[in-house]
Structures are given as structure tokens and as C-alpha cells.
């Protein structure tokens, strides 16, 4: 059985580990980021934690951006503040590789348009495409990537 990456907000302190029950996982793998260092990286938009089979974000966008998919990265988006206009599936707009397993572009023809805000959360499964169409102030939010077998 294979362990899913567990993320916990408690009082602004970010926590992550293992799936309880997990076998095999010792307590070093418990990961913990105190608060200030939380908001240090929300300030920027910098990554909390980057391993093979998950990643944890905080992110913070000031405008629109480019267009993207993963090849198996799922990602779980929670907005803690500002809002955005979030569109996902469609095609992609002139797509180019960026990385290994990532295409970015300059937007997304069709697709599903939504207005995300502060508590949303919203999933988009690996091979989606997705875009912040439209952010009219300054948006924080996490991101947990989890990765699926390749």
C-alpha cells in the first residue's frame, strides 16, 4: 500500500508527513514549519517542502499566469486570501515543454471558468490543463502536488 502525503494547517503552523498507518514510516519523517517561516514564504511564494511523491507550495499571485499541465502531478489548491478567475480543462494555447512532465502555454481555449475565493479548495487531477485567467489583488494559497506512479 502506498502512503499519501498528509498537510495540516493548526494556528498558521503548516505540518506534514505520512498517512497515518503508513508502514515503515518512523517519526523523522514528521516535517514541521513554524508559523513565521509560513508567512516568510507566503510574502514570496516560495515552496515549503519539495519531495519525490508530493510538494507543498505557499504561493502567492499578484496576476494572471500562464497556462498549465501536469503530466502527474495532481494539484489540490486551497485559497486563503484574494480570489481569482480559475479555468480548467480546454485545450492548451500554443503548449511548450518547460520542464520534464510540464507544459505551460498562453492560455486555454474552452474549458470550465470559475471565480475561486478565501476557503476555497479545488483538485485538478494529473494531465488537466489549468489557468489563473484572471487575479484582480493579491491571492495566497497553498498547493499540495502529489505525484502518481509514473
Not at 518512523?26 to 511564494?45: I, R
Not at 519525490?52 to 495532481?74: I, L
Not at 494559497?141 to 509514473?150: A, I
Request: hydrophobic share 40%.
Amino acid at each position: 500500500m502506498k502512503s499519501l502525503p498528509l498537510v495540516s494547517v493548526l494556528g498558521g503552523t503548516l505540518l506534514c508527513g505520512l498517512a497515518a498507518g503508513a508502514r515503515g514510516v518512523s517519526e523523522s519523517a514528521v516535517w514541521f514549519k513554524p508559523a513565521a517561516d509560513v508567512e516568510a514564504a507566503f510574502a514570496k511564494g516560495t515552496p515549503l517542502v519539495e519531495r519525490d511523491n508530493y510538494k507543498v507550495h505557499a504561493s502567492r499571485r499578484d496576476a494572471a499566469g500562464q497556462a498549465e499541465v501536469h503530466a502527474f502531478d495532481t494539484d489540490i489548491v486551497h485559497v486563503l486570501s484574494g480570489s481569482a478567475t480559475f479555468v480548467t480543462g480546454g485545450r492548451l494555447m500554443k503548449g511548450r515543454e518547460t520542464a520534464p512532465e510540464e507544459t505551460r502555454g498562453d492560455g486555454i481555449e474552452g474549458g470550465e471558468s470559475r471565480e475561486i475565493r478565501a476557503g476555497d479548495v479545488i483538485i485538478v487531477p494529473a494531465g488537466i490543463p489549468h489557468w489563473f485567467k484572471a487575479v484582480p489583488a493579491p491571492m495566497t494559497y497553498y498547493v499540495v502536488k502529489v505525484r502518481r506512479d509514473e
